[in-house]
């Protein structure tokens, strides 16, 4: 038998620096599914991922790695030109430490999502694209990302398992495509909720212009991604969660995998 339609929320985490911290990441692990926890290159340090890994270990959270580009003073946002067997070893370098932690804890790496500028770069350029994704199966687990046409296909010819993401806290464009942070209209909780249910029943997200636009998503289900550096990020991830919960309760899917079923 298949695998009824699930929905899970995932967050992006562990994204402080030594003293400096983002996000409320001890109260966002009581409401999301999984953390994609930063591995040091645009934001995180040693001890914040171990710190972060045991957090998730007692919420019992899955936990994803959440490479970016060597770039902790934009915070990983800001274009750079780098070559792709470089971008290959640095992903592999990234992944790499929090495997490491996360044998050490006991934890199992449960995919791997590229964080910012990384996930823009992937979509626009090819041979970036394959290079992750060569550094990514390595690790024999699934990518977050757009499910875009290219994406989709890449993935399937290296042999990696893509888990298709829907973004309600910033912009898509008229071509489906995600709108960078700075120029996205702030999300509020209200916000969430109803992007999340146009998108469960229609597959589609209205852009900053008010056009409605097709987002591909799997049949068997997609993650709702809630980025913790943005302002009201308990909020919207909360509402997000709520917002799951209504769509199951109204039956609009057959069946949510939510933190009782998909941990």
Same mark, same amino acid.
Not at 17 to 45: Q, S, T, Y
């Given at each position: 038998?298949?695998?009824?339609?699930?929905?899970?929320?995932?967050?992006?985490?562990?994204?402080?620096?030594?003293?400096?911290?983002?996000?409320?990441?001890?109260?966002?692990? +009581?409401?999301?599914?999984?953390? %994609?926890?930063?591995? @040091?290159? *645009?934001? /995180?340090? #040693?001890?914040?991922?171990?710190?972060?890994? +045991?957090?998730?270990?007692?919420? %019992?959270?899955?936990? @994803?790695? *959440?490479? /970016?580009? #060597?770039?902790?003073?934009?915070?990983?946002? +800001?274009?750079?030109?780098?070559?792709?067997?470089?971008?290959?070893?640095?992903?592999?370098?990234?992944?790499?430490?929090?495997?490491?932690?996360?044998?050490?804890?006991?934890?199992?790496?449960?995919?791997?999502?590229?964080?910012?500028?990384?996930?823009?770069?992937?979509?626009?350029?090819?041979?970036?694209?394959?290079?992750?994704?060569?550094?990514?199966?390595?690790?024999?687990v699934p990518i977050y990302g757009l499910p875009t046409e290219q994406m989709t296909e890449a993935c399937q010819?290296?042999?990696?398992?893509?888990?298709?993401?829907?973004?309600?806290?910033?912009?898509?464009?008229?071509?489906?495509?995600?709108?960078?942070?700075?120029?996205?209209?702030?999300?509020?909780?209200?916000?969430?909720?109803?992007?999340?249910?146009?998108?469960?029943?229609?597959g589609k997200a209205k852009t900053k212009s008010g056009n409605l636009v097709d987002i591909p998503v799997s049949?068997?289900?997609?993650s709702i991604c809630i980025h913790s550096d943005l302002p009201g990020a308990l909020e919207n991830a909360t509402?997000?969660?709520?917002?799951?919960?209504?769509?199951?309760?109204?039956?609009?899917?057959?069946?949510?995998?939510?933190?009782?079923?998909?941990?």
């Amino acid at each position: 038998m298949a695998e009824s339609r699930w929905i899970r929320i995932n967050c992006d985490m562990g994204e402080g620096f030594g003293r400096w911290k983002m996000g409320p990441d001890e109260e966002l692990m +009581r409401v999301v599914n999984a953390a %994609n926890i930063a591995c @040091g290159f *645009h934001a /995180g340090d #040693p001890s914040t991922m171990v710190r972060t890994v +045991r957090l998730a270990k007692k919420h %019992n959270v899955r936990v @994803g790695a *959440h490479p /970016g580009m #060597p770039d902790l003073l934009g915070f990983g946002r +800001r274009r750079m030109d780098i070559a792709p067997d470089d971008m290959y070893a640095l992903v592999l370098y990234q992944v790499g430490a929090l495997a490491g932690i996360l044998k050490a804890e006991g934890v199992p790496l449960n995919h791997v999502k590229p964080h910012g500028e990384l996930y823009f770069y992937i979509q626009r350029d090819a041979a970036i694209r394959d290079a992750v994704l060569r550094a990514v199966r390595t690790f024999d687990v699934p990518i977050y990302g757009l499910p875009t046409e290219q994406m989709t296909e890449a993935c399937q010819r290296i042999g990696l398992k893509l888990i298709p993401e829907f973004y309600p806290d910033i912009d898509y464009n008229e071509q489906g495509e995600l709108v960078p942070v700075a120029e996205s209209v702030p999300a509020t909780p209200t916000l969430i909720t109803e992007r999340i249910r146009l998108f469960a029943d229609t597959g589609k997200a209205k852009t900053k212009s008010g056009n409605l636009v097709d987002i591909p998503v799997s049949t068997q289900g997609f993650s709702i991604c809630i980025h913790s550096d943005l302002p009201g990020a308990l909020e919207n991830a909360t509402a997000a969660r709520q917002a799951v919960y209504q769509i199951k309760n109204e039956g609009n899917l057959n069946a949510l995998a939510l933190r009782s079923s998909c941990k």
